[in-house]
């Protein structure tokens, strides 16, 4: 079934290859992609590669790949059309025939166009910030201990103090009110709703940048006693607190062990500029599991630095859970005095931060001491409500992290240890917050590709670097559609030139997804290597004589087997003919 390509455009942007397989398996930053052990056969060190800028996975074993579509077709083990009736139930989307696919196309467009607005206005706050208006901001970033480089790095900005300023900088810019207003940059007037007015006024600017580098929201913070002390951008078509991270942008190609999370814009930045640069921020005080699938991209472990107050404590006994149920490490660095990160490392520097890091609690001791203190351990009746409400919190763990805290458990209630033990047995049928690991059913043994098959693959990798290295290559003299033997990299090749020779462009991941089967994995094997090509050309016309030299010799090998199978004397003279002749031209070949 041929699918609308807006609404598969739709579909894949809703359903990130990151985020997807990020749910089935741990993945790990390296080198620009993420890396995991491949579920798809048995793996013993980390072969399977994904690469969020192009949307596709690969196994560099068993050559497993291809789009989030070809990686749910083998994870729940559906076929093509229902791996995409999966994607669109995931996302909340209807099938294409019950859509309208122009309307699809609109939203597209209008999503762009609503990026491209906060980019702009980015560029205006941060230039705003260092012109005659962006005085009281940056003597407040002086004051707060906030330097030149790092307000630089984060984007930083101001927002001046007038009523329609960017909107009239927008909209010369080319920009309607419409985008602006669904971008949250604009909001319209209260008593005459015609009237315009810039929603950011005399705020110090924080821009919220995704994963992909895009600005998508702001965040602004009031440098006087103004209330509310901050406002932020709420829901748009890009941009929902629910499924982003302030500052995730910044962890994008490292390998982390951990990542700190934190409640506030200004905690991030100072810990990132006092070197602790794996810091984030949940855009809210609750983490929400789709922030939880997004920290699983970039680290096993999530350290909670939250406020001692009473709403940053019941975010982190949330945050555990969910940290937990998505396959993640919570664990809490216990902050002294009710400070926050930000006046913690500004008070005793980083370096007695990380000490507090090393002395963290785990998120089951947290919630098993935040128990203790809110039920007391001063009366029977307080030691005993906690002792109920801790074994029933730790019986629903596995055996061995069971035993990690009962003695804990005992000691605080003043019981036996043998009647926690017992106590903590009862509730082992209760449910886990541990969700089970998926299960794979196509199982795959790895295989090496042959000789010819790599040239083919880095010939189509060459065709698509660009549309014009692509109608460069196929206008060699050399190429030729003939020279791949694979069924499946020809027709993609073929399909590819057509696409850049009418539209002058190619929407290769979404072609990608449109595969199955061996297509889609030697197709995709293609395309992961196209970032190690810098001059595609040349490399393909290297290629086409390799090629030309492989052909040459096969045709001789099939040759020679027609000569020895040959009864007739005047047909082997004829072949032995032919043989000679490629034979010579192989030689010539070779030479040059």
Same mark, same amino acid.
């Not at 971008?183 to 600017?205: I, N």
């Not at 019941?314 to 002294?336: C, F, N, Q, T, W």
């Given at each position: 079934?041929?699918?609308?390509?807006?609404?598969?455009?739709?579909?894949?942007?809703?359903?990130?290859?990151?985020?997807?397989?990020?749910?089935?398996?741990?993945?790990?930053?390296?080198?620009?992609?993420?890396?995991?052990?491949?579920?798809?056969? %048995?793996?013993? %060190?980390?072969?399977?590669?994904?690469?969020?800028?192009?949307?596709?996975?690969?196994?560099?074993?068993?050559?497993?790949?291809?789009?989030?579509?070809?990686?749910?077709?083998? !994870?729940?083990?559906?076929?093509?059309?229902?791996?995409?009736?999966?994607?669109? #139930?995931?996302?909340?989307? $209807?099938?294409? #025939?019950?859509?309208?696919?122009? +309307?699809?196309?609109?939203?597209?467009?209008?999503?762009?166009?609503?990026?491209?607005?906060?980019?702009?206005?980015?560029?205006?706050?941060?230039?705003?910030?260092?012109?005659?208006?962006?005085?009281?901001? /940056?003597?407040?970033?002086?004051?707060?201990?906030?330097?030149? $480089?790092?307000? +630089?790095?984060?984007?930083?900005?101001?927002?001046?103090?007038?009523?329609?300023?960017?909107?009239?900088?927008?909209?010369?810019?080319?920009?309607?009110?419409?985008?602006?207003? *669904?971008?949250?940059?604009?909001?319209?007037?209260?008593?005459?709703?015609?009237?315009?007015?810039?929603?950011?006024?005399?705020?110090?600017?924080?821009? @919220?940048?995704?994963?992909?580098?895009?600005?998508?929201?702001?965040?602004?913070?009031?440098?006087?006693?103004?209330?509310?002390?901050?406002? #932020?951008?709420?829901? %748009?078509?890009?941009?929902?607190?629910?499924?982003?991270?302030?500052? =995730?942008?910044?962890?994008?190609?490292?390998?982390?062990? *951990?990542?700190?999370?934190?409640?506030?814009?200004?905690?991030? =930045?100072?810990?990132?500029?006092?070197?602790?640069?794996?810091?984030?921020?949940?855009?809210?005080?609750?983490?929400?599991?789709?922030?939880?699938?997004?920290?699983?991209?970039?680290?096993?472990?999530?350290?909670?630095?939250?406020?001692? *107050?009473?709403?940053?404590?019941?975010?982190?006994?949330?945050?555990?859970?969910?940290? /937990?149920?998505?396959?993640?490490?919570?664990?809490?660095?216990?902050?002294?005095?009710?400070?926050?990160?930000?006046?913690?490392?500004?008070?005793?520097?980083?370096?007695?931060?990380? @000490?507090?890091?090393?002395?963290?609690?785990?998120?089951?001791?947290?919630?098993?001491?935040? !128990?203790?203190?809110?039920?007391?351990?001063?009366?029977?009746?307080?030691?005993?409500?906690?002792?109920?409400?801790?074994?029933?919190?730790?019986?629903?763990?596995?055996?061995?992290? /069971?035993? /990690?805290?009962?003695?804990?458990?005992?000691?605080?209630?003043?019981?036996?240890?043998?009647?926690?033990?017992?106590?903590?047995?009862?509730? @082992?049928?209760?449910?886990?917050?541990?969700?089970?690991?998926?299960?794979?059913?196509?199982?795959?043994?790895?295989?090496?590709?042959?000789?010819?098959?790599?040239?083919?693959?880095?010939?189509?990798?060459?065709?698509?670097?660009?549309?014009?290295?692509?109608?460069?290559?196929?206008?060699? $003299?050399?190429?030729?559609?003939?020279?791949?033997?694979?069924?499946?990299?020809?027709?993609?090749?073929?399909?590819? =030139?057509?696409?850049?020779?009418?539209?002058?462009?190619?929407?290769?991941?979404?072609? @990608?997804?449109?595969?199955?089967?061996?297509? !889609?994995?030697?197709?995709?094997?293609?395309?992961?290597?196209?970032?190690?090509?810098?001059?595609?050309?040349?490399?393909?016309?290297? &290629?086409?004589?390799?090629?030309?030299?492989?052909?040459?010799?096969?045709?001789? %090998?099939?040759?020679?087997?027609?000569?020895?199978?040959?009864?007739?004397?005047?047909?082997?003279?004829? &072949?032995?003919?032919?043989?000679?002749?490629?034979?010579?031209?192989?030689?010539?070949?070779?030479?040059?």
């Amino acid at each position: 079934m041929a699918f609308p390509e807006a609404w598969m455009n739709e579909l894949m942007n809703r359903n990130d290859i990151a985020q997807v397989i990020s749910e089935y398996t741990q993945l790990t930053p390296r080198g620009g992609k993420l890396w995991a052990h491949c579920p798809f056969h %048995t793996d013993k %060190t980390p072969s399977f590669s994904v690469s969020p800028d192009k949307q596709l996975f690969h196994c560099f074993s068993c050559k497993a790949g291809g789009s989030v579509i070809q990686f749910i077709m083998q !994870a729940e083990n559906l076929p093509f059309i229902d791996a995409v009736r999966f994607l669109a #139930n995931r996302a909340g989307m $209807e099938m294409p #025939n019950e859509i309208d696919d122009r +309307k699809l196309m609109a939203q597209k467009n209008r999503r762009e166009r609503i990026y491209e607005a906060n980019r702009e206005a980015a560029k205006y706050y941060f230039k705003a910030l260092y012109g005659p208006e962006g005085g009281p901001a /940056r003597r407040y970033l002086q004051n707060r201990g906030v330097n030149i $480089e790092t307000a +630089k790095r984060f984007g930083l900005g101001f927002s001046p103090d007038g009523f329609d300023v960017l909107y009239k900088h927008l909209t010369e810019a080319g920009f309607s009110r419409e985008v602006l207003m *669904d971008a949250g940059l604009v909001v319209p007037g209260r008593k005459d709703p015609d009237k315009t007015y810039d929603f950011f006024r005399g705020r110090l600017m924080f821009p @919220v940048i995704n994963a992909m580098g895009k600005v998508i929201a702001f965040g602004g913070r009031t440098m006087g006693p103004d209330e509310p002390k901050y406002i #932020n951008t709420g829901d %748009t078509p890009v941009y929902n607190k629910r499924e982003n991270i302030y500052a =995730i942008n910044l962890l994008k190609g490292k390998k982390l062990d *951990d990542v700190i999370m934190v409640e506030g814009y200004m905690d991030v =930045i100072s810990l990132h500029q006092a070197g602790i640069d794996n810091a984030v921020a949940s855009l809210g005080t609750a983490l929400t599991s789709q922030q939880a699938r997004l920290l699983k991209r970039f680290a096993p472990r999530v350290y909670y630095a939250y406020d001692g *107050d009473e709403a940053g404590q019941k975010a982190m006994i949330r945050g555990i859970d969910i940290l /937990r149920e998505s396959e993640l490490e919570p664990r809490v660095i216990v902050i002294p005095g009710g400070m926050d990160p930000d006046e913690y490392v500004k008070a005793f520097g980083p370096e007695s931060f990380l @000490v507090l890091k090393d002395a963290s609690i785990t998120g089951i001791r947290f919630k098993l001491e935040r !128990a203790a203190r809110l039920n007391g351990l001063d009366t029977p009746d307080g030691r005993e409500r906690f002792a109920r409400e801790a074994c029933e919190l730790i019986g629903a763990l596995d055996p061995v992290e /069971r035993d /990690r805290y009962i003695p804990f458990v005992a000691e605080s209630a003043a019981l036996p240890i043998d009647t926690i033990r017992e106590q903590c047995g009862a509730s @082992v049928g209760k449910s886990s917050n541990n969700t089970a690991p998926a299960r794979y059913n196509n199982y795959k043994k790895p295989k090496r590709d042959g000789e010819r098959l790599l040239c083919e693959k880095k010939l189509l990798s060459c065709v698509m670097v660009s549309c014009e290295a692509g109608l460069d290559i196929s206008r060699l $003299e050399s190429f030729s559609l003939t020279l791949f033997s694979s069924p499946h990299l020809r027709a993609f090749c073929a399909k590819l =030139i057509a696409e850049y020779s009418v539209k002058g462009r190619a929407e290769i991941p979404l072609m @990608v997804a449109e595969l199955e089967g061996e297509a !889609a994995e030697e197709v995709s094997s293609a395309y992961s290597d196209t970032d190690d090509i810098s001059s595609p050309v040349p490399v393909a016309e290297d &290629l086409l004589k390799k090629l030309g030299l492989l052909t040459l010799k096969d045709e001789l %090998t099939e040759l020679s087997a027609k000569v020895n199978a040959a009864a007739d004397p005047a047909e082997r003279s004829a &072949l032995m003919k032919d043989y000679t002749a490629k034979f010579a031209e192989l030689q010539k070949l070779t030479k040059a």
